[in-house]
């Protein structure tokens, strides 16, 4: 019962360099969400999806590219890093909900990226 | 502006010392409040929801509640175990979670 995946679970950049991280959710589950938490700021978003093939801008977009090309897999994408983007990275997903309520999210592992 | 905020900071309880954790939340239309557990190195882990103001809902040495305008977090007989990091998060819809920075818990054995 694997949940949700990340790889990779840690990761050294030099600044300038690119990279991508995985998740992927085996819940069948329509939203995939991205998030960084940094000490003393908590979770913020990232970028989100709604569904295959869709991607949303969240709270701190910038540096930072997704794509959904499955329904399983939310890819993020660091073009050029930065020092700022150090961070560790959570990949979350959930359902849709009814009645327009919220339903809870389940996380990955997160991945720990250090930019130097 | 949508805000959640967690008090205290840290806690650091004796085992057997029950004590409450707070989650003041100022959201227009919440549509869901929950907690999460995060150990240190992973993930948050799921851990209650609650929709209604009066809802409670139990799980072992934990009782979560809902108002208005605060959760609040409550652990009973804590254990050793018991330490970690817990995170609130109110949902607005809209596919947003707003989470609070947490209460680090340390429980002594």
């Known amino acids: 019962n694997a949940g949700v995946t990340q790889t990779p679970k840690f990761r050294v950049l030099k600044t300038g360099q690119s990279m991508t991280l995985l998740c992927a959710q085996d819940?069948?589950?329509?939203?995939m969400y991205w998030y960084r938490q940094d000490p003393g700021m908590g979770l913020r978003l990232i970028h989100y999806?709604?569904?295959?093939?869709?991607?949303a801008k969240g709270e701190v977009p910038d540096g930072y590219n997704v794509s959904r090309l499955k329904k399983q897999n939310f890819l993020l994408g660091l073009e050029s890093a930065a020092p700022s983007q150090t961070s560790v990275y959570f990949c979350?997903?959930?359902?849709?909900?009814?009645?327009?309520?919220?339903?809870?999210?389940?996380f990955g592992q997160g991945t720990r990226l250090t930019v130097v | 502006e949508d805000q959640v905020t967690q008090s205290p900071e840290a806690l650091r309880l004796q085992e057997g010392e029950s004590s409450s954790l707070n989650c003041s939340y100022t959201?227009?239309?919440?549509?869901?409040l929950f907690w999460y557990r995060q150990d240190p190195g992973k993930g948050p882990e799921f851990l209650f929801t609650?929709?209604?103001a009066g809802e409670e809902k139990e799980k072992e040495r934990l009782k979560a509640t809902l108002t208005k305008k605060e959760s609040f977090l409550h652990i009973t007989a804590p254990k050793p175990e018991d330490s970690a990091t817990y995170l609130c998060?109110?949902?607005?819809?809209?596919?947003?979670?707003?989470f609070g920075t947490g209460t680090r818990l340390k429980v002594l054995a």
């Open positions: 999806s709604v569904g295959e093939g869709t991607t």
């Open positions: 979350a997903s959930s359902y849709s909900g009814t009645g327009g309520l919220g339903t809870e999210a389940f």
């Open positions: 819940m069948n589950h329509e939203y």
């Open positions: 998060a109110a949902h607005r819809g809209a596919y947003k979670y707003i």
């Open positions: 609650l929709y209604s």
């Open positions: 959201v227009s239309g919440l549509r869901g």
